[in-house]
């Protein structure tokens, strides 16, 4: 088993910047393929980023392409989402997500979830 817990959330001005990290415990993840998604208020749950178990690839959503940068250090067991420029429109809790097997935009590809972490951003 996989846990996973978020950090890093909070709230900031529109333009400014955050870091979210996600811890892993219970066994490596050197091995997992991780993403974020995120879910508004009111709205559902949508695909944020992901990135292979290597580093090698990395996906994201349109909406945040160019602003946000998915990485990993596998030695820490960490997955990290640096949010930069961010808009109002970014408000929601932020969950990472874990699978061996599988990774890429939908939320049924993965089989490990945190709990989630509050990003506010104000105007």
């Known amino acids: 088993q996989v846990q996973l817990v978020e950090s890093g959330g909070g709230l900031v001005q529109t333009g400014g910047s955050l870091r979210l990290s996600c811890a892993a415990s219970?066994?490596?993840?050197?091995?997992?393929?991780m993403a974020w998604f995120r879910q508004a208020p009111g709205k559902d749950q949508i695909f944020v980023a992901a990135i292979t178990w290597s580093g090698a690839s990395t996906d994201y959503a349109p909406s945040v392409k160019g602003r946000f940068t998915v990485s990993r250090d596998n030695a820490k067991n960490t997955v990290y989402l640096q949010m930069n420029s961010l808009k109002p429109e970014d408000t929601a809790v932020y969950y990472c997500?874990?699978?061996?097997?599988?990774?890429?935009?939908?939320?049924?590809?993965?089989?490990?979830w945190g709990q989630g972490t509050q990003v506010t951003v104000s105007s």
């Open positions: 219970g066994r490596s993840i050197s091995t997992y393929n």
């Open positions: 997500a874990a699978d061996r097997g599988n990774w890429g935009q939908q939320r049924d590809r993965y089989d490990y």
